[in-house]
């Protein structure tokens, strides 16, 4: 049996999305900016698919900008407004738990002379909305505040956030990357100017995401050529990404974000009722992602635990996949103030749609077994 559950890193495509794309690889195949039929079909194919994804986000249609995927869309966010604010405003606003593609933007910002605000988070992973709008200065031109955690699974008040944002006149940008689909998003409702979103984490291809930037914004393009993108993402469009990512939106169904949570839930009672000394991090129930576990199982390595879930066919993660690369210690469980022996004892678990019940109790029976034997062999007690 072979059981993926590392879904926060990536998806299985839906046979629905594959099926979708099929005809923009070897029938449909003409570029989108060409003025003869076979360019006007793959024009009109662009425009659904930008249609469907406005509508999800409660967006207008010229307000999405067709990506490479999310780092694209978050470098271009963080960048293109830095570039457009510069000298006059020259302050990012943002947490010490986003992705590393938003981290690593601020870094590399720094050396251009952006001067970044990390606000701080509490032990479940939420900021302090008194604190963001205190440190909201007249140089601040944005707040880039992720929504849900691909870690831990906290999803921000981005409602709250958003007010805050307005009443200073500050932009608002958001990674949803991890919550698009998960927990609804509605760019008006929110105050949202920026919203980062991708197609792979719900079922569907990878290198295809969007930008969602409120119309009047003004920002610098990360990329020059032929124009494309109302002038503002050069590069041909990836027709049969695009389709994709919109089939993988409008095929997405409440009830399965229901059923997924409903699994999440029976698997952390589980672990924390049957597993001795173990401790959920994030928070619980609609505050937290509808597919995202992550649990520290204390005194035993995350590696071991999850050399031996692959060794029984189940594929986790130690934290984000970006990093599991890495010896080095979550951003994220270092930022809540985990110790470093839970931080290092922890896994993330990620269900998707394609989870089962019959999975859950399997990998909940492998766990006790796994836990148990490695507790046995560990030195610390």
């Given at each position: 049996?072979?059981?993926?559950?590392?879904?926060?890193?990536?998806?299985?495509?839906?046979?629905?999305?594959?099926?979708?794309?099929?005809?923009?690889?070897?029938?449909?195949?003409?570029?989108?900016?060409?003025?003869?039929?076979?360019?006007?079909?793959?024009?009109?194919?662009?425009?659904?698919?930008?249609?469907?994804?406005?509508?999800?986000?409660?967006?207008?249609?010229?307000?999405?900008?067709?990506?490479?995927?999310?780092?694209?869309?978050?470098?271009?966010?963080?960048?293109?407004?830095?570039?457009?604010?510069?000298?006059?405003?020259?302050?990012?606003?943002t947490t010490k738990?986003?992705?590393?593609?938003?981290?690593?933007?601020?870094?590399?910002?720094?050396?251009?002379?952006?001067?970044?605000?990390?606000?701080?988070i509490d032990k479940?992973?939420?900021?302090?909305?008194?604190?963001?709008?205190?440190?909201?200065?007249?140089?601040?031109?944005?707040?880039?505040?992720?929504?849900?955690?691909?870690?831990?699974?906290?999803?921000?008040?981005?409602?709250?956030?958003?007010?805050?944002?307005?009443?200073?006149?500050?932009?608002?940008?958001?990674?949803?990357?991890?919550?698009?689909?998960?927990?609804?998003?509605?760019?008006?409702?929110?105050?949202?100017?920026?919203?980062?979103?991708?197609?792979?984490?719900?079922?569907?291809?990878?290198?295809?995401?969007?930008?969602?930037?409120?119309?009047?914004?003004?920002?610098?393009?990360?990329?020059?050529?032929?124009?494309?993108?109302?002038?503002?993402?050069?590069?041909?469009?990836?027709?049969?990404?695009?389709?994709?990512?919109?089939?993988?939106?409008?095929?997405?169904?409440?009830?399965?974000?229901?059923?997924?949570?409903?699994?999440?839930?029976?698997?952390?009672?589980?672990?924390?009722?049957?597993?001795?000394?173990?401790?959920?991090?994030?928070?619980?129930?609609?505050?937290?992602?509808?597919?995202?576990?992550?649990?520290?199982?204390?005194?035993?390595?995350?590696?071991?635990?999850?050399?031996?879930?692959?060794?029984?066919?189940?594929?986790?993660?130690?934290?984000?996949?970006?990093?599991?690369?890495?010896?080095?210690?979550?951003?994220?469980l270092k930022a809540?103030?985990?110790?470093?022996?839970?931080?290092?004892?922890?896994?993330?678990?990620?269900?998707?749609?394609?989870?089962?019940?019959?999975?859950?109790?399997?990998?909940?029976?492998?766990?006790?077994?796994?836990?148990?034997?490695?507790?046995?062999?560990?030195?610390?007690?």
């Open positions: 049996m072979k059981i993926y559950l590392d879904n926060a890193a990536t998806t299985k495509v839906d046979e629905k999305v594959l099926k979708a794309m099929q005809p923009y690889f070897d029938q449909d195949y003409g570029n989108a900016s060409s003025l003869h039929l076979a360019g006007n079909s793959a024009k009109n194919a662009l425009e659904k698919s930008r249609k469907i994804i406005a509508k999800s986000l409660r967006a207008k249609i010229s307000e999405i900008y067709f990506t490479s995927g999310g780092t694209e869309s978050n470098n271009f966010a963080l960048k293109g407004l830095f570039w457009k604010n510069y000298p006059n405003k020259d302050q990012i606003i738990i986003e992705h590393d593609c938003i981290l690593k933007t601020c870094e590399w910002l720094k050396t251009q002379g952006a001067k970044i605000i990390y606000l701080d479940q992973g939420f900021i302090d909305l008194k604190q963001l709008e205190n440190l909201i200065t007249d140089k601040t031109f944005l707040v880039s505040i992720i929504h849900g955690n691909n870690e831990i699974g906290t999803i921000q008040n981005l409602e709250a956030i958003g007010k805050i944002c307005k009443q200073k006149n500050v932009l608002f940008h958001t990674d949803a990357c991890q919550s698009f689909t998960k927990t609804p998003i509605n760019v008006k409702k929110m105050n949202l100017d920026l919203v980062t979103i991708n197609s792979h984490k719900i079922h569907g291809p990878k290198g295809v995401g969007a930008l969602y930037i409120k119309n009047g914004i003004k920002i610098i393009p990360l990329f020059h050529g032929g124009g494309h993108e109302k002038k503002l993402r050069s590069g041909t469009e990836n027709i049969p990404g695009i389709v994709g990512f919109a089939k993988a939106v409008e095929i997405t169904k409440s009830k399965e974000i229901k059923k997924i949570q409903e699994l999440r839930d029976k698997l952390i009672k589980g672990i924390l009722e049957k597993i001795p000394n173990t401790e959920l991090n994030g928070p619980t129930g609609n505050l937290r992602l509808a597919n995202n576990i992550n649990i520290s199982f204390n005194n035993i390595e995350g590696e071991s635990i999850g050399g031996y879930l692959e060794n029984a066919g189940i594929f986790v993660s130690t934290g984000s996949a970006c990093m599991s690369n890495t010896l080095e210690s979550s951003h994220v809540i103030n985990l110790p470093p022996l839970k931080a290092n004892s922890s896994i993330r678990i990620s269900l998707s749609k394609f989870t089962t019940e019959k999975q859950i109790d399997y990998v909940l029976e492998k766990l006790q077994d796994i836990v148990k034997k490695l507790r046995k062999l560990s030195p610390v007690k």
